[in-house]
T-cell receptor, first 114, second 115 residues
């Protein structure tokens, strides 16, 4: 069975400092992995996705994530946080068999202080 | 392109009432989904559809029904609402590709409270 664990429920950073949101996955097959962002009272927006091409994936708004098979990780990073980055972030694994449903992590709330 | 739209944005129901959550997408996507998001949790799949006339259950289908008569619309029906159905409901759609779907695009959500 596939699953995803987001290691921190909350992360607090200051504006201008780096962001690291951690995600570990479990998968019996080669996974596809996604990061989605959810701003307050909004729907989910795709930040980036990994689908077995380059292991370093660049997304929107300066975010990137690196797929590390040996560590079963897909951590999300950004060099310099902006106030507008404050949101909930979801790491998602896609089952690559059958219907290929998405399995969501429980989310990490990113707080950015001035 | 409006993308995925959902109505209503908010709704309060009494126990035992019924309602339909509307979802429409204008991207000509074959695949459509309904999720619920409970506080502090990730999204759970309720139902999905791989095309007009074809639907199937997800992880948490009890208490819900769906239909898919057109490519664009995928309404979710709640019969006999219960407090356990208090949640935020998201509709999503995705393009068909070999072996399944590509990226899923989400609507803004419907916040439902059952009292």
């Amino acid at each position: 069975a596939q699953s995803v664990t987001q290691l921190d429920s909350h992360v607090s950073v200051s504006e201008g400092t780096p962001v690291l949101l951690r995600c570990n996955y479990s998968s019996s097959y080669s996974p596809s992995l996604f990061w989605y962002v959810q701003h307050p009272n909004k729907g989910l927006q795709l930040l980036l996705k990994y689908t077995s091409a380059a292991t370093l994936v660049k997304g929107i708004n300066g975010f990137e994530a690196e797929f590390k098979k040996s560590e079963t990780s897909f951590h999300l990073t950004k060099p310099s946080a902006h106030m507008s980055d404050a949101a909930e972030y979801f790491c998602v694994v896609r089952m690559n068999t059958g219907f290929q449903k998405l399995v969501f992590g429980t989310g990490t709330r990113l707080l950015v202080s001035p | 392109n409006a993308g995925v739209t959902q109505t209503p944005k908010f709704r309060i129901l009494k126990i035992g009432q019924s309602m339909t959550l509307q979802c429409t997408q204008d991207m000509n996507h074959n695949y459509m989904y309904w999720y619920r998001q409970d506080p502090g949790m990730g999204l759970k799949l309720i139902y999905y559809s791989v095309g007009a006339g074809i639907t199937d259950k997800g992880e948490v289908p009890n208490g819900y029904n769906v239909s898919r008569s057109t490519t664009e619309d995928f309404p979710l029906r709640l019969e006999l609402a219960a407090p356990s159905q208090t949640s935020v409901y998201f509709c999503a759609s995705g393009r068909r590709r070999d072996g399944g779907t590509d990226t899923q695009y989400f609507g803004p959500g419907t916040r439902l409270t059952v009292l």
